[in-house]
């Protein structure tokens, strides 16, 4: 059983972003977000910068001079000209400008009245620019715009206590301030400090307090709280103050309030968060770090809430690092383990679900029996395994009866139990385990297992197998049963779809029109809407039925349209009462005909979802069952919202030298000497930065968008030739819907003397001149000398020539490496694919073996922690390491093989010819290369390196050579390289050979779906 007091079900799920190494000791002392939607963090030792991929730490050096002499970050604030203000425990305010990397520093000067005083530890700015500094020793202190001199404000106007903790601009102007001795304002225009008066002619002053937080809100409400842990809410409007929380508080100090919708307000503690309403201040969940709860906070002591444009929360704290938190509307939400041990609920490995007539849930487990819910799915009971006849074994399918009787899928057995407390009775249904369960509108139960179809009749005995109607036994997997209004039963298999006529016991055959088959006969499920229309989920996607008369079938395919999908949509249908399809991977509108993919991010926190794992409950809530707990999906909250993040220009590169971003403005301008540069970015989603997509174009350049993945967010361009370019780049959102936000960056690249029209005029005259000069020196020699010019300039066009295929070869090259860059790839392995497709097509043809010439191969090699080698060593050390590994490659791979730098650290190496039984060999000769031999930095030093390496054959099944793409197959490299870092790094794991999706085979390397593939592995200890 559950406790008798259980927590709310429904818990924000937070997600930690830093570790040791990107923040000593978890210590956030500050957080701030930049107009750009940047997120810079003040930690103990100095301030970073996240784009929601990495830290980048920004240099503080010789910030910390002084007596302090500490870049302890004490307070932070973005100003709305993007820079960042920071306050330090050194007596130190910083402006820093990430355009220029550079600082602007404010320091006390015992000689200048109109320096900085005190340690600052609260900043704000008004809408008028001007910059409010609260410090512990010089009060309370505002500097206009423009100027370096410090406006103070002490005793004599009003302010009760030198140290100020907290100050916030109210949506009217007025500057609150809380300080070591209480609250006082000032007010638009006044020149001195006043207490809060209140309706009954008292003051809000809390002497003797130490105010460290304050919040006014856009609904006239002020909020606010003491280091000694009383939290206010103050109605200006009324003048009246309520007090929410006697000290010492229940979770301590109040260090930080927080809006995060119009009704709730977040209040940052001590020990922990409170959740309240805005309305009034009831308290409606504290939450607290919970060891077992790996979604729960990391840290007790919360010293920053704040939420971005994407509606996302950032926590931080001491001890807490930096969570974040998506999904604050909770259309979805995870119902997790139960604290009690003994609770089947207490490891819920949901494999199946049902909502039953009287209003509870039945939750089939994977070994701890059955778990039975009540309407707000908190525990009331279960049976366990050994009880009331259920054996042990995976619960793997639930239905229910007319009578009220509930039958039970437990491996390869039903049972039936005529109430939650009876024994059951056994059924034996043949060999394979239990899929689906259903009981028609007749009385007859169904049970779809891995060995095919059986039905027990409405007046009872024995499950009795389903055959054809031309009496051959329906072999192989049940996945999917649903019975329509006719009472005709539809059943989704392995082997495909088909119908059972109202009334017959056997399977029928479908006769599909032309155009109108399904995209594959595996069915994963099925469902008939409202309207009665029938859906078909395949491994190949989702299917609508547009026609059927008994006989010949018409299936539309949906696979194509955005957000889709080309995989199985989930298998687990359900429908809305808005009419929307779901599934625990997506929701489908058909009348806007829109998609939308779901995922953690969006509240999908279950682990493994489980086809066959679902149910509706009678008040609509959708329930999904996974391997950590059932997704809940309340629809009527959930909205197609769409947020279109902006995308920004994160660092830029000009050769090998790192520049500052201020290059950009107003536009890129390259020097005839500067031949290549690169330039990173962001999509400013950052609630699951990986599912971000982007694009960019060079115009006069690329001819269309170049895609690039979320790992490799880089534009690079070499050998471009002089004259003025646009460079376009796109980013999307988590849901893949490109932003219009476009970052759009002027490049001008300048010519060389001898590209130049008057140099190229004066090679001319100078050609001309020597001509005329050779004319009127010996006009005897005039045929001669015309013949040897007319060489010279044979000479100076292959010259020309030679150097403009030089241009093009740098466009195609890595400027670093030497080796191609990603566009050579991009150019031409379409062609090689073409041409080895024909070579597998006229083997085929004339019933030969295909030459291992027409096999490709897809290396991809990531060099091991290459982070830490530039942020502890510098990226001249990384450059290096770079930069050699070129002459490594080329020992191992073949002179036709293309070797390529596919973006930062990362290699793709594309083997032509090589067969599949040496593939294994010539992965384990890549990685010795790299790591068999120490890489010399620029200090002279040897560095050992390691790599991680994936690969791919192209076909990935030599009898369906047409099946994959080639950037299919590079998916699946990917999908080898991600389980080889995953494995240990320094190592190797590669696919020779599979059958399935492309994407069900990459799946297959993480464990997260069995697929039939060829997987080889190998490591330095192997």
Same mark, same amino acid.
């Given at each position: 059983?559950?406790?008798?007091?259980?927590?709310?079900?429904?818990?924000?799920?937070?997600?930690?972003?830093?570790?040791?190494?990107?923040?000593?000791?978890?210590?956030?002392?500050?957080?701030?977000?930049?107009?750009?939607?940047?997120?810079?963090?003040?930690?103990?030792?100095?301030?970073?910068?996240?784009?929601?991929?990495?830290?980048?730490?920004?240099?503080?050096?010789?910030?910390?001079?002084?007596?302090?002499?500490? *870049?302890?970050v004490r307070a932070l604030m973005a100003g709305r000209d993007g820079r960042i203000w920071v306050g330090t425990e050194g007596q130190l305010l910083g402006a820093y400008d990430p355009r220029t990397?550079?600082? !602007?520093?404010?320091?006390?000067?015992?000689?200048?009245?109109?320096?900085?005083?005190?340690?600052?530890?609260?900043?704000?700015?008004?809408?008028?620019?001007?910059?409010?500094?609260?410090? *512990?020793?010089?009060?309370?202190?505002?500097?206009?715009?423009? =100027?370096?001199?410090?406006?103070?404000?002490?005793?004599?106007?009003?302010?009760?206590? &030198?140290?100020?903790?907290?100050?916030?601009?109210?949506?009217?102007?007025?500057?609150?301030?809380?300080?070591?001795?209480? @609250?006082?304002?000032?007010?638009?225009?006044?020149?001195?400090?006043?207490?809060?008066?209140?309706?009954?002619?008292?003051?809000?002053?809390?002497?003797?307090?130490?105010?460290?937080?304050?919040?006014?809100?856009?609904?006239?409400?002020?909020?606010?709280?003491?280091?000694?842990?009383?939290?206010? $809410?103050?109605? @200006?409007?009324?003048?009246?103050?309520?007090?929410?929380?006697?000290?010492?508080?229940?979770?301590?100090?109040?260090?930080?309030?927080?809006?995060?919708?119009?009704?709730?307000?977040?209040?940052?503690?001590?020990?922990?968060?409170?959740?309240?309403? /805005?309305?009034?201040?009831?308290?409606? $969940?504290?939450?607290?770090?919970?060891?077992?709860?790996?979604?729960?906070?990391?840290?007790?002591?919360?010293?920053?809430?704040?939420?971005?444009?994407?509606?996302?929360?950032?926590?931080?704290?001491?001890?807490?690092?930096?969570?974040?938190?998506?999904?604050?509307?909770?259309?979805?939400?995870?119902?997790?383990?139960?604290?009690?041990?003994?609770?089947?609920?207490?490891?819920?490995?949901?494999?199946? @679900?049902?909502?039953?007539?009287?209003?509870?849930?039945?939750?089939?487990?994977?070994?701890?029996?059955?778990?039975?819910?009540?309407?707000?799915?908190?525990?009331?009971?279960?049976?366990?395994?050994?009880q009331q006849g259920l054996e042990a074994g995976r619960v793997t399918a639930l239905a229910q009866g007319r009578n009220g009787h509930v039958w039970v899928g437990v491996e390869s057995h039903v049972?039936?139990?005529?109430?939650?407390?009876?024994?059951?009775?056994?059924? +034996?249904?043949?060999?394979?385990?239990?899929?689906?369960?259903? %009981?028609?509108?007749?009385?007859?139960?169904?049970?779809?297992?891995?060995?095919?179809?059986?039905?027990?009749?409405?007046?009872?005995?024995?499950?009795?197998?389903?055959?054809?109607?031309?009496?051959?036994?329906?072999?192989?997997?049940?996945?999917?049963?649903?019975?329509?209004? =006719?009472?005709?039963?539809? #059943?989704?298999?392995?082997?495909?779809?088909?119908?059972?006529?109202?009334?017959?016991?056997?399977?029928?055959?479908?006769?599909?029109?032309?155009?109108?088959?399904?995209?594959?006969?595996?069915?994963?499920?099925?469902?008939?809407?409202?309207?009665?229309?029938?859906?078909?989920?395949?491994?190949?996607?989702?299917?609508?039925?547009?026609?059927?008369?008994?006989?010949?079938?018409?299936?539309?395919?949906?696979?194509?349209?955005?957000?889709?999908?080309?995989?199985?949509?989930?298998?687990?249908?359900?429908?809305?009462?808005?009419?929307?399809?779901?599934?625990?991977?997506? #929701?489908?509108?058909?009348?806007?005909?829109?998609?939308? !993919?779901?995922?953690?991010?969006?509240?999908?926190?279950?682990?493994?979802?489980?086809?066959?794992?679902?149910?509706?409950?009678?008040?609509?809530?959708?329930?999904?069952?996974?391997? $950590?707990?059932?997704?809940? %999906?309340?629809?009527?909250?959930?909205?197609?919202?769409?947020?279109?993040?902006?995308?920004?220009?994160?660092?830029?590169?000009?050769?090998?030298?790192?520049?500052?971003?201020?290059?950009?403005?107003?536009?890129?301008?390259?020097?005839?000497?500067?031949?290549?540069?690169?330039?990173?970015?962001?999509?400013?989603?950052?609630?699951?930065? /990986?599912?971000?997509?982007?694009?960019?174009?060079?115009?006069? %350049?690329?001819?269309?968008?170049?895609?690039?993945?979320?790992?490799?967010?880089?534009?690079?361009?070499?050998?471009?030739?002089?004259?003025?370019?646009?460079?376009?780049?796109?980013?999307?959102?988590?849901?893949?819907?490109?932003?219009?936000?476009?970052?759009?960056?002027?490049?001008?690249?300048?010519?060389?003397?001898?590209?130049?029209?008057?140099? $190229?005029?004066?090679?001319?005259?100078?050609?001309?001149?020597?001509?005329?000069?050779?004319?009127?020196?010996?006009?005897?020699?005039?045929?001669?000398?015309?013949?040897?010019?007319?060489? !010279?300039?044979?000479?100076?066009?292959?010259?020309?020539?030679?150097?403009?295929?030089?241009?093009?070869?740098?466009?195609?090259?890595?400027?670093?490496?030497?080796?191609?860059?990603?566009?050579? /790839?991009?150019?031409?392995? +379409?062609?090689?694919?073409? @041409?080895?497709?024909? !070579?597998?097509?006229?083997?085929?043809?004339?019933?030969? =073996?295909?030459?291992?010439?027409?096999?490709?191969?897809?290396?991809?090699?990531?060099?091991?922690?290459?982070?830490?080698?530039?942020?502890?060593?510098?990226?001249?050390?990384?450059?290096?390491?770079?930069?050699?590994?070129?002459?490594?490659?080329?020992?191992?791979?073949?002179?036709?093989?293309?070797?390529?730098?596919?973006?930062?650290?990362?290699?793709l190496v594309v083997a032509r010819g090589t067969p599949r039984t040496e593939l294994s060999d010539l992965a384990e000769r890549a990685r010795a290369v790299v790591a068999g031999e120490p890489f010399?930095?620029?200090?002279?030093?040897?560095?050992?390196? *390691?790599?991680?390496?994936?690969?791919?054959?192209?076909?990935?099944? &030599?009898?369906?050579?047409?099946?994959?793409?080639?950037?299919?197959?590079?998916?699946?490299?990917?999908?080898?390289?991600?389980?080889?870092?995953?494995?240990?790094?320094?190592?190797?794991?590669? #696919?020779?050979?599979?059958?399935?999706?492309?994407?069900?085979?990459?799946?297959?390397?993480?464990?997260?779906?069995?697929?039939?593939?060829?997987?080889?592995?190998?490591?330095?200890?192997?």
């Open positions: 059983m559950a406790p008798s007091t259980p927590e709310p079900l429904a818990e924000p799920r937070f997600e930690t972003l830093s570790d040791a190494g990107a923040i000593p000791d978890g210590v956030v002392s500050a957080l701030t977000l930049d107009p750009q939607g940047l997120v810079w963090v003040g930690t103990s030792v100095g301030l970073l910068r996240f784009d929601g991929h990495h830290f980048v730490p920004v240099s503080m050096a010789g910030l910390g001079r002084g007596s302090a002499g500490t *870049t302890f990397e550079q600082w !602007q520093l404010f320091r006390h000067d015992p000689q200048q009245p109109g320096s900085l005083g005190g340690v600052v530890r609260t900043l704000a700015e008004d809408a008028q620019g001007r910059i409010w500094v609260g410090s *512990t020793g010089g009060g309370l202190q505002v500097l206009e715009p423009g =100027s370096t001199q410090f406006k103070r404000y002490g005793a004599a106007e009003g302010l009760p206590d &030198p140290r100020v903790q907290k100050i916030a601009i109210g949506p009217d102007g007025t500057v609150w301030v809380g300080t070591w001795s209480g @609250l006082v304002r000032l007010s638009p225009g006044a020149t001195r400090l006043t207490p809060l008066k209140l309706q009954d002619g008292s003051e809000l002053r809390l002497p003797g307090q130490v105010v460290h937080a304050l919040a006014p809100l856009r609904d006239g409400s002020l909020w606010l709280g003491t280091q000694e842990g009383e939290l206010w $809410r103050v109605d @200006l409007a009324e003048a009246q103050a309520e007090q929410l929380d006697r000290r010492p508080g229940s979770l301590g100090a109040v260090q930080t309030i927080t809006a995060v919708h119009s009704h709730e307000i977040w209040i940052g503690r001590g020990a922990g968060i409170e959740l309240r309403d /805005a309305r009034n201040g009831q308290l409606l $969940r504290s939450l607290r770090p919970r060891a077992n709860k790996p979604w729960s906070l990391a840290g007790a002591d919360i010293r920053s809430i704040l939420r971005d444009p994407a509606g996302l929360l950032w926590v931080a704290g001491y001890g807490t690092g930096l969570q974040r938190v998506n999904n604050l509307e909770q259309a979805l939400w995870v119902r997790r383990a139960d604290d009690e041990p003994g609770s089947s609920m207490a490891e819920p490995d949901v494999r199946s @679900l049902l909502a039953l007539s009287d209003g509870t849930v039945w939750v089939g487990t994977n070994d701890r029996g059955i778990a039975i819910l009540d309407a707000s799915l908190r525990t009331v009971g279960g049976i366990r395994a050994g049972k039936e139990f005529s109430s939650a407390r009876a024994t059951a009775i056994h059924h +034996d249904v043949g060999r394979g385990r239990l899929r689906r369960l259903v %009981v028609d509108r007749e009385g007859a139960v169904w049970a779809g297992t891995q060995d095919g179809l059986f039905r027990r009749a409405p007046e009872g005995g024995a499950f009795e197998r389903v055959a054809h109607q031309d009496g051959r036994p329906l072999l192989g997997g049940v996945n999917a049963m649903v019975q329509a209004a =006719s009472g005709q039963l539809w #059943v989704g298999t392995e082997a495909g779809l088909f119908p059972i006529a109202a009334g017959s016991k056997a399977l029928a055959a479908i006769d599909f029109v032309e155009g109108g088959q399904p995209a594959s006969r595996n069915v994963v499920g099925l469902l008939i809407d409202a309207a009665g229309d029938l859906w078909v989920d395949t491994t190949a996607g989702l299917h609508r039925l547009e026609s059927w008369d008994g006989r010949k079938a018409k299936l539309a395919y949906l696979g194509e349209q955005p957000g889709v999908g080309t995989e199985a949509f989930g298998a687990n249908l359900l429908q809305d009462a808005r009419g929307k399809l779901w599934t625990h991977r997506g #929701v489908y509108d058909p009348a806007q005909q829109r998609a939308r !993919q779901l995922g953690v991010a969006d509240g999908v926190d279950i682990g493994s979802a489980w086809f066959r794992s679902y149910t509706q409950t009678a008040d609509g809530r959708m329930l999904f069952g996974g391997s $950590r707990g059932i997704l809940v %999906v309340q629809p009527q909250a959930f909205e197609f919202a769409r947020f279109a993040p902006p995308v920004v220009a994160t660092a830029l590169r000009i050769g090998s030298r790192e520049l500052p971003l201020a290059r950009l403005q107003p536009q890129l301008v390259l020097q005839p000497d500067e031949r290549s540069f690169s330039l990173e970015f962001a999509a400013m989603d950052l609630s699951d930065p /990986a599912r971000n997509r982007y694009r960019y174009r060079l115009q006069g %350049v690329d001819t269309d968008w170049v895609e690039s993945r979320s790992r490799q967010r880089l534009a690079s361009y070499g050998g471009l030739a002089p004259g003025a370019y646009t460079l376009e780049i796109q980013g999307s959102n988590r849901h893949g819907e490109w932003s219009p936000k476009t970052l759009t960056l002027e490049v001008k690249v300048l010519p060389a003397w001898w590209q130049a029209w008057w140099g $190229r005029a004066l090679i001319l005259l100078s050609l001309l001149g020597l001509g005329w000069a050779a004319a009127h020196w010996r006009t005897q020699r005039l045929r001669q000398r015309q013949k040897e010019l007319q060489e !010279q300039i044979a000479i100076a066009t292959h010259a020309l020539e030679a150097k403009s295929k030089a241009l093009e070869e740098s466009a195609l090259t890595d400027s670093l490496t030497g080796l191609h860059n990603r566009r050579f /790839a991009l150019q031409r392995l +379409d062609d090689d694919q073409r @041409l080895a497709r024909r !070579q597998w097509d006229e083997a085929q043809r004339l019933g030969q =073996s295909v030459n291992s010439e027409a096999t490709l191969t897809f290396f991809m090699i990531d060099l091991d922690h290459f982070k830490s080698i530039n942020d502890e060593l510098g990226h001249a050390a990384g450059d290096a390491v770079l930069a050699q590994m070129r002459p490594r490659l080329q020992k191992v791979f073949k002179e036709s093989d293309y070797l390529v730098r596919w973006g930062g650290e990362e290699f010399i930095i620029p200090n002279g030093e040897p560095l050992r390196v *390691t790599c991680s390496i994936g690969f791919a054959c192209h076909p990935l099944d &030599p009898t369906e050579p047409r099946n994959a793409p080639w950037s299919a197959v590079l998916a699946v490299a990917d999908a080898a390289l991600y389980a080889a870092k995953r494995e240990g790094r320094n190592r190797w794991v590669g #696919v020779v050979q599979g059958r399935g999706t492309p994407f069900a085979i990459a799946q297959s390397l993480s464990g997260e779906r069995e697929c039939e593939a060829v997987v080889v592995r190998g490591s330095t200890a192997s």
